[in-house]
């Protein structure tokens, strides 16, 4: 290799030392090589051979040519040992430089391995892998696809599938909102991941996503069901694709994202809330915002969009003397000014709001363990006729979800217990020992009946049925 290295200083001493007769050497040498080719042929030293991986304009004009040129020869050893070239090893290997103009020659064996790193690629494996994950369809789901929303609901009562692969604590778990995607599950954690589940059928890990540098507070379903939408403490909110799992939108909002909300009927606009009195929305195509809602509050708990997108309530973590005013806030969204600030009078926060899916109502996860029922129409008056009662929340962010026809409110609560009630009445249906550690969602099937899923402080993700 050292000769190979040194080629144009070994050629000079060459030239140097056989200046005279380096014409007559050349001359010989190729009528040898000529004479033995012709009498003894040998197919792996021939220059044909030798340019198989070259171009045809190459190997064209290396023909023209009655004998190689003379650095090839020198690195053959046609000079010195012109008489030895028969006698040459058939499997020796070929110098890795070639003369300016020529395309180097990659040996086969090297061309293999190259090809099968590309193909063992992990990132590649993924890709083809989750690219699958929106073709697919649950068998089991596809069996109530034509039923109404009505037969969906109901109490679940045994354990179907108990998922373990988060490393910290699960905010939350949601269904995929697309009837015929419906088996799939997203859930963030505080491990800074956000993963997509089969929770119906195998309980397995189609996909994990590493978009943010901090833990992953809140995330959700886009409403197409392609895309996803997250919320992180490293002050970034993002859009990933499910399929690649590339980010779509990046944005940076300076302050940790407590929530994120997309726009029902814009699926181009999301809202970011957390650490801080500003609520912004970012419009994805351009990547910038372009409504900012302010109020004097310090951090902003949960955002839930009325019916039609038109107004939208905001959640604060307010505790000062005058918080009665400020703990719920009606916004219009278009002009981004506040309708009502008077709708909670006590002096608890809400961690989470939920809309009812038929009726012109949602409720208010409240840390007085209870949940409020208000009206989503103006003037947001709340009922003070009916509460949930029965949970406890005590400083953790539990979750409350309606069912897909609305008549069982489900909730979390930090005794690690899954509480379902009767809307209309506000009864106690039934209450399940889901999990040991606070319970923090319970999200409820839209297709499959009496199904829902359920995660807790402690990583762990139950489906019930």
Known sequence: MSTLVAYEDSESEDESNDQKGSVVVQEESCRQGDEQARVTPNPERTELDYHQHMSEKDNRSLQKKSCLPAPQQKMFGLQTLPFMLPSVPTNSKRPSTVPSGVRPYIPKRQRLVTCGEKED?????????????????????????????????????????????????????????????????????????????????????LRVYTC???????????????????????????????????????????FKVMCVASHPSNSEVFLCGGYSSLVKAWDSRCCKVVKVYKAGIQQTLDILFLRGGLDLITSSDCVSRDSADRTLIAWDFQTTARVSNQIYHERYTCPSLALHPQEDSFVAQTNGNYMAVFSSQRPYRMNKRRRYEGHKVEGYAVQCEFSQDGTILASGSSTGLAHFYDYHNARLLHTLQAHSQPCLCVSQHSVLPATAATCDWAGAIKVWH
């Open 121 to 205: 690629n992990p990132t590649q494996r993924v890709h083809n892998k989750d690219g699958q994950i929106l073709s697919e369809v649950s068998s089991q789901v596809k069996l109530h696809l034509s039923q109404k929303p009505a037969a969906a609901a109901g109490i679940p009562r045994r354990l179907l599938l108990n998922v373990e692969g988060h490393q910290g604590p699960v905010n939350t778990v949601q269904w995929c909102p697309v009837p015929q995607r419906s088996h799939l599950l997203l859930s963030a954690s505080m491990d800074k991941t956000f993963k997509v589940w089969d929770g119906v059928e195998s309980g397995r890990c």
């Open 212 to 254: 943010h540098s901090g833990a992953v507070r809140d995330a959700c379903w886009t409403p197409c069901g392609r895309q996803l939408l997250t919320g992180s403490f490293d002050g970034t909110a993002v859009v990933t694709d499910v399929e690649t799992g590339l980010q779509t939108v990046k944005s940076d909002n300076q």
